[in-house]
Every structure is written in structure tokens, then in C-alpha cells.
């Protein structure tokens, strides 16, 4: 069974860093493409960052580009989120997701991890 398992979010100030974790299983993913997407309470799921997980180039939102970046340790099984110089504006739950194409549409990636929050103070 496939599963994703989000965990580093927290509570941190404006201009400060979080590391993301997603902890994956079920599979060795080596066919999918992963991504890290965001939602905030009243809004759409708005997506962040994405790569294959066999490499490649790793494409990002506008809004995250420079201060978000996306990697993975296969030997451990874990895609990660380096967020940095965080804004007020960045919190949302975030969450990690596998697809079979590489895309940005939320609807395109097939497992979804719970999310985990992420809070920036002002």
C-alpha cells in the first residue's frame, strides 16, 4: 500500500526556514513524480514543487521559486521541502503527493499524504 507521510511543519517567524519531510512507502516510487503542494483555509490546493524521482529538473510556482527547493534521499526513502525566508502569506497545510506524470495540477497526483501545518508570524 502506498502511503506519504508529511512531518517538519511548525510554527516559525517571518523570514525563517522549515525543512519538510515525506516519508514515503509501498513503493520505490522510481515511476512516479513527486510534489509538494499547499493549502490555506478558504483557498484552492496551490501547487509548490515538483521533480521525477529518478531525477531530473524540479519545476516550482512562481511564488516559491528561490526560496522553496525540492530534493530526496532514495536511501532513505524521503522527498523534502527546504523552505526559506518564510512569509506570513506561506502559511497553509502542506502536503506531498506521487503522480504518474510530471504536472502541477493537483488532480493529476494519484496518493496524498495528510499534510502537516505550517505557521509564519508575523
Known amino acids: 500500500q502506498v502511503q506519504l507521510v508529511e512531518s517538519g511543519g511548525g510554527l516559525v517567524q517571518a523570514g525563517g526556514s522549515l525543512r519538510l519531510s515525506c516519508a514515503t512507502s509501498?513503493?520505490?516510487?522510481?515511476?512516479?513524480?513527486m510534489g509538494w503542494f499547499r493549502q490555506a483555509p478558504g483557498k484552492e490546493r496551490e501547487f509548490l514543487a515538483a521533480?521525477?524521482?529518478?531525477?531530473?529538473?524540479?519545476i516550482y510556482a512562481d511564488s516559491v521559486k528561490g526560496r522553496f527547493t525540492f530534493s530526496l534521499d532514495g536511501a532513505k526513502n524521503t522527498v523534502y521541502l527546504q523552505m526559506n525566508s518564510l512569509k506570513p502569506e506561506d502559511t497553509a497545510v502542506y502536503y506531498c503527493?506521487?503522480?504518474?506524470?510530471?504536472?502541477?495540477?493537483?488532480?493529476?497526483?494519484?496518493?496524498w499524504g495528510q499534510g502537516t501545518q505550517v505557521t509564519v508570524g508575523s
Open positions: 503527493a506521487a503522480s504518474s506524470a510530471l504536472a502541477v495540477e493537483p488532480s493529476r497526483y494519484d496518493y
Open positions: 509501498g513503493s520505490t516510487f522510481s515511476r512516479y513524480a
Open positions: 521533480r521525477w524521482w529518478s531525477g531530473g529538473r524540479s
